[in-house]
């Protein structure tokens, strides 16, 4: 698939981005809460509080939305890959078996801010507040490597701000890249964009 996919977690990084733009190159798949803000192609949940939520409201008889146990008659359906990972991961593993050639995570932020919870929805339904401590992200690290281990043909590239904290061994990887969110913001909108997206894929 020559178009990117576009994961989208909800690490505040993600803020700096107008969703809307990317969904006019590509395909998005997203997590939990975003659904609130922005409909991604294809949303993603794994713990049962946003999964209700989402269930509820009736999001998933109009959309895409998988979960690890579907409510009967929601419209949910049943992760089928990677079923015991997280949501974000989950989200990612689904635009690599949609075959895009280039992956691009953006809110996958890791750590929290100053050791403090770092999420857009943080004090909301379902998330913890924002002087919580900021969650464990030694499972997101080694679920998102194992994928693009097991993805070698595809480039995953990760929109970071200047204060990213980057995990060294993906960064041993051939087919990871980090972009600063500040260099993509003026060529996603540029008519010569998608030559650079084409670029990457014919580089692999």
Known sequence: MSKPGFVIGNGRSRLELDLRDLAKHGKTYGCNAL????????LIATDPGITAEIESCGYPRQHAFYTREPSPGSGSLRIEHHWGFSSGPVALK????????????????????SGLHNNVYS???NYKESGDSETYYGNW??????????HPDQMFIRLIDQEAMVPHRWLSKPNYRNQL??????????????RLNESVINTR
């Not at 659904?35 to 294809?42: E, G, L």
């Open 123 to 125: 004090g909301t339904q």
């Open 35 to 42: 659904y609130r803000d922005f409909t991604p192609d294809v």
């Open 94 to 113: 689904h635009a690599a078996l949609a075959g895009h050639q280039v992956i691009y995570l953006l809110g996958f932020d890791l750590n929290g801010i």
């Open 141 to 150: 690290i080694n679920q998102i490597e194992q994928i693009m281990s097991e």
């Open 181 to 194: 969110i500040g260099d993509f913001l003026p060529s996603i909108n540029s008519s010569p964009w998608q």
